[in-house]
């Protein structure tokens, strides 16, 4: 079992020996621009505040949570901190059946880690294909079927109604005054009125960047805060922004890479070091499930005015797609045997 230590990327110690003054359990209420001052409240209600003559945002992105009816009762869970890990850790110890809502990479990997400790576990997916956003049709295909051969089913195109409680509602039995009890999740309905029973619901549907902040500030947010190739807010010079919370050219990265990568021009500007600038990143993926190989990077859906070299061998499982535009590599989708992925990244 990994402990906490393991994961976490800088321990408290990390902090004062950096001369870096941490805040923890405080919670940012206001920044006041013109001033440029950032007021804090904790738990009990004090407050505190700081100034400041540059401010980075890294606040982060939330789990998305389909609307829907059930959402709230017990068992129903997204994947995203180390509370919703052992919470899956303790239902596997309990229960017997999970359904995973999301076929894309996290989804997979939930699922993957709770068929490990015993649970029958059913992953449904809006799209018809598997993690479509890395990866093309074939491909998509292929992993479904290696995933099915270990044990996990699949929905495709599964659209998720509600989500219902083993109670109605926790009204019946209730002396008034007592707080009703949401009860635990116990099937799962779809659009078409069929349902599927079991004992637990993660949802790994995607994340929405956390700009509730950035907004009461009048910073320029659209799907993210909005930030130039200075990693700096285009409404304040002064304010940087890097990370899920953060949209550059349009996009919002949710991949660990290109975080680090707005970090490095966001230091590189903060430390007055250079003039760094990031343009985007490319990115590559890989799923993290023993014994299942994939890769892909770049434009490997590939479409009007590429070529494509295509290496299909289904028996052998190995299926390698380049696409080329120009004479020059845009994209790559590997699977079964992805040793070739890094070079063709770097070809990239």
Not at 189 to 209: N, S, W, Y
Not at 290 to 313: H, Y
Request: proline share 3%.
């Amino acid at each position: 079992e990994q402990t906490l230590d393991e994961i976490v990327l800088n321990d408290w110690a990390w902090y004062q020996d950096h001369g870096i003054t941490l805040h923890a359990g405080w919670t940012v209420t206001q920044v006041d621009r013109v001033r440029r001052i950032v007021h804090a409240e904790n738990a009990a209600g004090e407050t505190r505040s700081a100034g400041y003559d540059r401010l980075l945002l890294c606040t982060g992105s939330n789990p998305f949570i389909l609307p829907i009816p059930g959402k709230d009762l017990d068992g129903v869970i997204a994947y995203r901190d180390i509370a919703d890990t052992h919470a899956m850790i303790e239902a596997s110890e309990q229960y017997a059946r999970a359904v995973v809502i999301g076929g894309g990479l996290l989804g997979l990997e939930a699922a993957n880690g709770l068929m490990k400790r015993g649970m029958q576990v059913t992953v449904i997916h809006v799209m018809p294909t598997l993690m479509e956003r890395q990866l093309d049709e074939v491909a998509g295909k292929l992993l479904q079927k290696s995933l099915e051969d270990r044990g996990l089913r699949f929905v495709m195109g599964g659209q998720t109604q509600a989500l219902i409680g083993d109670q109605d509602g926790g009204q019946a039995g209730r002396k008034d005054g007592e707080a009703p009890s949401k009860g635990r999740v116990r099937a799962l309905q779809f659009k078409d009125g069929t349902e599927i029973p079991t004992d637990l619901v993660v949802m790994a549907v995607g994340i929405r960047p956390n700009t509730e902040l950035a907004e009461t500030m009048r910073l320029h947010v659209n799907r993210g805060i909005v930030v130039s190739d200075t990693l700096q807010t285009v409404t304040d010079a002064r304010i940087y922004a890097v990370g899920e919370c953060a949209a550059h050219r349009g996009i919002a990265y949710g991949l660990v890479a290109p975080l680090f990568e707005q970090a490095k021009v966001a230091a590189n500007h903060l430390a007055q070091f250079g003039i760094g600038r990031y343009t985007g990143s490319l990115t590559s993926t890989k799923l993290k499930v023993t014994g299942i190989d994939l890769f892909s990077a770049g434009e490997f859906q590939g479409g009007e005015g590429t070529e494509q070299i295509v290496l299909s061998d289904p028996f052998a499982g190995v299926y390698k797609k380049l696409v080329i535009k120009d004479d020059k590599l845009i994209g790559a989708c590997l699977y079964g045997d992805t040793v070739d992925g890094s070079w063709y990244f770097k070809l990239l």
